[in-house]
């Protein structure tokens, strides 16, 4: 397209849709001129991308398959241009460049040189802007922004980014179209770190009609959920080294576990506590004249006021979403335990300019405020050589001070000596309150679920009680308690080891990573590396081909992707594999009393995902194929193995056909 076919395919356009304002257009003065070039800017947003305007007369009649360049170029036969593209002012043309796809603004450079004379800085800082929400630390893009944007190649950030999407993208094609080497590929992807989130998130959200919606779905949530695991160790491997990690981060980090696509990460936690203390500086403008006790008084009447803290009723007291603050955070009602609701409290305090910290009290956590040096809670100075002034609040049930002569009283009736109350009534480390979250969460699984020693044996709600545990195992492994044994972590990898494997296999390099180099010199590390060998092996082997064309194959009755229903259990599953008989070695036979059943062994067998997530093999006596209502639980499995949901069919399309190729 050149200059000329540029102008006329613009002038056409706005022909076309705005009639009127171009009769008005060459009527008026230059000022008139200037302000009607803005309606221009306006249709090219809304051409550009018409699913994102208001449904008015324009974007129905607009193509929107078609690119901002060819569209215009459409309608450059039916009429005669009265204004040239050159004649708009630089700033009119700056606005129109900005709401062009970043990919078209080389094409429309070359053909009108107008466009080149624009700021490339601007114009490349707005497109990382919009175009990018999440960016890895190391780029420190909030910084950089904060620039003059002449200060800053932007342009060639943007093009990093763009070239790590299309890397990204492509990795997950990969994982998508093969069963063979999806660790090493979801590693390739989770070594770009929060770069990689924009693009998983893409497609995560991929539309319900899409050939392949169930797997995408899958194995983009899986990666992305391997992205925020790595990011939540390295802040408790950052307080295990001993560098400072904020409270609010160190908690958040759980939350990193159970996330899925939900907001509520390490960087909007933060962001949603500075727009709660933003709000109570709105609230309380009298505020930066109070004394440190009035102030504390006002934040805890506030989140209690706004459900930030507390829990609603005793009933709901050991849910599971109370321990983790992003939940407690984005709740409407009141989600906090005492720790959670504390650490709320002192992480607002701290945005308002009050020391607030957690104290080490017994099974209730309390907030400790400080008053500043050399000054009482009352605002006043202190006379020199004055202790300390320090006041007990209880955010989760009040904003009144607890008397420090009370705490000692309860400290006494848990038979706690005098000698040992400082320890209790003093600043908690951040560790600390990470191992109490961590015993908070298995408690909660504990009181809400049959649990056999620290297996789950009941459906996940959310958040899932598999992340949730997953999370507080990595957090005692990473951070035992101070006195404990050299490898008293080592407990908990079996019960890490058995999450990896079943559920979070994209986890292998976080093992390597965070987990073995705990053990150093034992024989705990070299069982690890073991083991992790033994998965990686296991991922890069190809399926063995199971085809239907072979005699003994035709008895097998049904199919992968048949949803179905236990005969004698009546849970829900789906079909994931098969063998002609039974694979199985002689203790699980004799075990499952297989040949008590009246076709015993020899009869077809089936791998099955389960609605709770378990996998099980079952005879095909136990199948029961009546129709079935498919469950949201299974459907959000099935991506594992299968493409999508055929209605028609009423089965799941397959997407392990290069080990079972004729089902």
Not at 420 to 429: D, G, K, P, Q, R
Not at 583 to 596: F, I, K, L, N, P
Request: hydrophobic content about 40%.
């Amino acid at each position: 397209m050149n200059q000329a076919n540029l102008d006329l395919a613009l002038m056409n356009f706005l022909k076309t849709f705005f009639p009127m304002e171009v009769k008005q257009k060459q009527k008026d003065n230059e000022r008139r001129a200037i302000d009607n070039a803005q309606g221009c800017v306006k249709s090219s947003a809304a051409f550009t991308n018409p699913s994102t305007q208001p449904h008015n007369n324009l974007s129905h009649n607009l193509p929107s398959d078609l690119h901002l360049t060819t569209a215009l170029a459409n309608f450059a036969e039916d009429a005669v241009m009265t204004l040239r593209l050159s004649d708009l002012p630089q700033e009119i043309l700056f606005e129109i460049l900005l709401c062009v796809p970043p990919a078209l603004i080389p094409v429309l450079q070359r053909v009108c040189r107008k466009f080149n004379d624009l700021s490339q800085p601007l114009l490349w800082r707005h497109h990382c802007r919009t175009q990018f929400s999440y960016w890895s630390p190391e780029h420190e893009f909030t910084t950089k922004y904060a620039q003059s944007a002449a200060a800053i190649d932007w342009k060639q950030i943007f093009q990093q980014r763009h070239l790590a999407d299309l890397a990204i993208s492509h990795e997950l094609e990969n994982i998508l179209s093969s069963q063979t080497g999806r660790i090493e590929r979801s590693e390739r992807i989770i070594a770009h770190g929060y770069d990689a989130k924009d693009t998983l998130l893409r497609h995560l959200n991929v539309d319900d009609d899409a050939e392949d919606v169930l797997a995408r779905r899958f194995y983009s949530d899986a990666v992305l959920g391997g992205v925020h695991r790595a990011q939540a160790i390295e802040e408790w491997v950052k307080l295990r080294e001993g560098q400072p990690v904020a409270l609010e981060r160190a908690l958040a980090a759980f939350d990193q576990f159970v996330l899925h696509s939900r907001e509520g990460d390490l960087e909007e936690v933060s962001t949603r506590l500075d727009h709660v203390a933003q709000s109570i500086r709105l609230e309380n403008p009298e505020l930066s004249e109070a004394s440190p006790q009035q102030k504390a008084k006002l934040i805890a009447a506030y989140l209690l006021g706004e459900k930030l803290t507390g829990v609603e009723d005793d009933s709901h007291y050991y849910n599971l979403q109370n321990s983790f603050i992003g939940l407690a955070l984005q709740s409407h009602d009141r989600a906090a335990l005492p720790l959670i609701s504390v650490a709320i409290f002192c992480a607002v305090s701290k945005r308002l300019g009050l020391v607030a910290e957690p104290c080490g009290f017994p099974f209730h956590i309390y907030a400790i405020i400080m008053a500043p040096e050399g000054h009482g809670l009352d605002g006043r100075p202190l006379r020199e050589g004055s202790e300390p002034q320090r006041v007990y609040m209880d955010p989760f049930r009040s904003d009144n001070a607890v008397p420090e002569s009370d705490l000692k009283v309860q400290l006494a009736a848990m038979g706690i000596a005098p000698i040992e109350y400082e320890t209790h009534l003093s600043v908690a480390s951040t560790a600390d309150m990470v191992r109490r979250t961590s015993r908070n969460i298995i408690g909660s699984i504990q009181s809400t679920r049959h649990v056999h020693g620290l297996s789950i044996t009941a459906e996940s709600s959310y958040p899932e009680a598999d992340g949730a545990l997953y999370s507080a195992l990595w957090a005692l492994l990473v951070l035992p308690e101070e006195d404990a044994a050299r490898f008293e972590g080592a407990r908990f990898l079996p019960y890490i080891l058995d999450h990896v494997e079943k559920q979070f296999l994209v986890d292998v390099r976080l093992v390597e990573r965070f987990a073995i180099p705990l053990f150093e010199a034992s024989h705990h590390q070299e069982q690890l590396r073991n083991t992790i060998r033994v998965m990686r092996a296991g991922d890069l082997m190809p399926k063995s081909v199971k085809p239907r064309d072979y005699e003994a194959s035709q008895s097998v009755h049904y199919k992968v992707g048949q949803v179905f229903r236990h005969r004698r259990y009546n849970y829900q599953g789906v079909i994931t594999g098969w063998d002609v008989e039974c694979a199985a070695g002689e203790t699980w036979m004799s075990q499952m009393g297989v040949d008590r059943l009246s076709r015993g062994r020899h009869q077809s067998f089936y791998h099955v995902l389960v609605e709770d997530k378990s996998v099980r093999y079952v005879a095909e006596e136990n199948i029961d194929d009546a129709p079935v209502q498919v469950g949201v639980k299974l459907m959000s499995l099935a991506g594992q193995h299968f493409k999508r949901w055929d209605k028609s069919s009423q089965a799941f399309v397959s997407n392990i056909r290069d080990e079972y190729p004729d089902d």
